[in-house]
């Protein structure tokens, strides 16, 4: 019984929760197969491509016709997904069209009907047992590492005349960063401590220098020194890197709900009794205005 795993493309390279869901898919002991969008001509030689026995390349996810193509046609009962928010979307299509279940934040996958998930923001694990014979697992960020594979894969171009998108884009902004905050290996985020917008620049200098991404605390967007995009916490994204940089946050809790299942949490704070400090992994004691630039110099 082949697997299918969706495959994500960011700046031209698979991501890493797709790379991810690759080596759980792997791990099943079938054949592997890959769907994706990308039109990269490299993909074939893809580091993180080579886990697959074949790949299905088509239009758009949201073609449901393509993808139902794939999972009529190959009889595919198990799908394993990045939990973006594209892919949340396009499972709950697929769940109503094909009758699949759908079980989000996976950690780990443990036989084809079997896995643990995390719940309540990350602080508890369940064992999940599907009924249901078709399921989706929609997996956390940075659950495993990833593993590389040769395979010779097969590369199957889907085609559709009847294209059947279900929207249609009006506009579209590009964000002008490279980097995307679900992504990221390292997120360097800050918060009301910077007392103004104009303080940002070393935030995003010491991103920049870190290759990371820029997030911050609820009330820093509701003041509208950051795009609510940055936005992370109970109420805002969810996420979960390498390295979390927390930078005149206090930690209040709806704020640690969005980032306490980051590997690594660094706070900065000048509060030696902030309440983020018991989430860190290490911490700094001080001034940010004095430390971030402290450490920008020891970076050059
Ligand atoms: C229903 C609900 C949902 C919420 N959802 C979210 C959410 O999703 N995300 C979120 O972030 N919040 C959320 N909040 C708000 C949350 O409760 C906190 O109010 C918020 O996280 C505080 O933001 P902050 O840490 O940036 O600011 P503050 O609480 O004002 O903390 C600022 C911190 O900066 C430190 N500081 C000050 N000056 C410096 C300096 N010079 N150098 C270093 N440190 C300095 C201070 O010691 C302090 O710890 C929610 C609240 C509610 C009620």
């Given at each position: 019984m082949p697997v299918l795993v969706f495959i994500e493309f960011t700046n031209g390279k698979i991501n890493e929760s797709s790379c991810q869901a690759t080596t759980l898919a792997n791990g099943q002991g079938d054949e592997v197969y890959g769907v994706t969008t990308s039109t990269d001509k490299n993909y074939n030689s893809t580091?993180?491509?080579?886990?697959?026995d074949k790949i299905f390349m088509i239009n758009d996810f949201k073609n449901i016709e393509c993808l139902s193509k794939i999972i009529l046609d190959h009889d595919i009962k198990i799908i394993i997904s990045p939990g973006s928010d594209l892919f949340r979307e396009i499972s709950s299509l697929i769940s109503i069209s094909h009758k699949f279940s759908i079980v989000s934040n996976v950690k780990k996958i443990l036989d084809h009907k079997t896995a643990i998930t995390t719940v309540y923001t990350g602080k508890v694990e369940s064992e999940v047992n599907v009924i249901n014979e078709k399921i989706i697992y929609l997996i956390n960020k940075n659950i495993i590492e990833s593993d590389t594979y040769d395979k010779n894969t097969d590369i199957i171009k889907i085609e559709s005349k009847?294209?059947?998108?279900?929207y249609e884009i009006l506009e579209e902004t590009k964000i002008d960063?490279?980097?995307s905050l679900s992504d990221a290996d390292i997120v360097v985020s800050a918060g009301r401590g910077l007392k103004g917008p104009e303080n940002w620049k070393m935030i995003e200098d010491l991103a920049k220098k870190l290759h990371a991404a820029t997030a911050c605390s609820k009330p820093v967007s509701d003041a509208g020194w950051?795009?609510?995009?940055?936005h992370v916490g109970q109420t805002g994204l969810k996420i979960s890197p390498k390295i979390y940089f927390a930078i005149g946050i206090s930690g209040a809790i709806q704020h640690l709900a969005g980032v306490?299942?980051?590997?690594i949490i660094i706070v900065i704070n000048n509060d030696p009794d902030a309440p983020f400090f018991k989430s860190a992994d290490y911490g700094i004691v001080g001034d940010a205005f004095e430390i971030i630039p402290k450490i920008l110099k020891a970076l050059n």
């Open positions: 580091l993180g491509l080579k886990g697959f009847n294209l059947r998108i279900n960063h490279d980097i950051r795009s609510h995009h940055e306490n299942s980051s590997k």
